[in-house]
């Protein structure tokens, strides 16, 4: 059982360029979620969706993408990269139910140069 | 106000010491909450839940106060295994189950 699984784990782009991060996971959870975390500045949340095919904003969306178009995969796009998020960027999910707690990717270290 | 704080450390115990630590949280909707451990560079894992009548886990014990909005962890006995950032993560019901963790309280044991 894989979990949740990230790809890439490490990509270094110039900016202005875009690229999309896959996360997917196997365990029919509903709910998944797109983290950065930064020094100092501990997780904060970029998108979320609730269900196949929802989305909705977090704390920190600008200049983000998401889409949910099968249940399993949750991709997070940067349309024009720029210095600032340089960052490592976690999926997690979790089932609709109360108490269930979150679980994460191994993360995507990504930096724009 | 920020929805989950902590107490950044960080916490140098020797081995074998007792360690607490503290997280408050604001809402007072606040439905879930768990402590994560975070190694250097990796994913959060979770560590335990945290239940109303406090839970303990081997060496590790969560409390939950909710009259003061605050949740505790004790980790006895310490480990260089330990050594770790821990993370607060509370839940909030009218929030659609988004996840508020606090910035982590780091954690060194030493031998």
């Known amino acids: 059982n894989a979990g949740v699984t990230q790809t890439p784990k490490f990509r270094v782009l110039k900016t202005g360029q875009s690229m999309t991060l896959l996360c997917a996971q196997d365990?029919?959870?509903?709910?998944m979620y797109w983290y950065r975390q930064d020094p100092g500045m501990g997780l904060r949340l970029i998108h979320y969706s609730v269900g196949e095919g929802t989305t909705a904003k977090g704390e920190v969306p600008d200049g983000y993408n998401v889409s949910r178009l099968k249940k399993q995969n949750f991709l997070l796009g940067l349309e024009s990269a720029a210095p600032s998020q340089t960052s490592v960027y976690f999926c997690a999910s979790n089932r609709d139910r109360a108490g269930q707690p979150q679980h994460f990717g191994d993360g995507t270290r990504l930096s724009i140069l | 106000r920020k929805e989950v704080e902590q107490d950044p450390g960080p916490f140098n115990v020797p081995e074998g010491a007792t360690v607490a630590f503290n997280c408050t949280y604001s809402?007072?909707?606040?439905?879930?909450f768990f402590w994560y451990r975070q190694d250097c560079r990796k994913e959060p894992k979770l560590l335990m839940s945290v239940y109303s009548s406090g839970n303990e886990d081997g060496r590790f014990t969560a409390q939950l106060n909710r009259a003061s909005q605050y949740i505790s962890l004790l980790i006895r006995d310490s480990k260089l295994s330990d050594s770790a950032t821990y993370l607060c993560?509370?839940?909030?019901?009218?929030?659609?189950?988004?996840?508020?963790f606090g910035t982590g309280t780091s954690l060194t044991v030493i031998p």
């Open positions: 809402n007072s909707a606040s439905q879930s």
């Open positions: 365990m029919n959870h509903e709910y």
């Open positions: 993560v509370v839940t909030t019901a009218n929030t659609g189950n988004q996840f508020y």
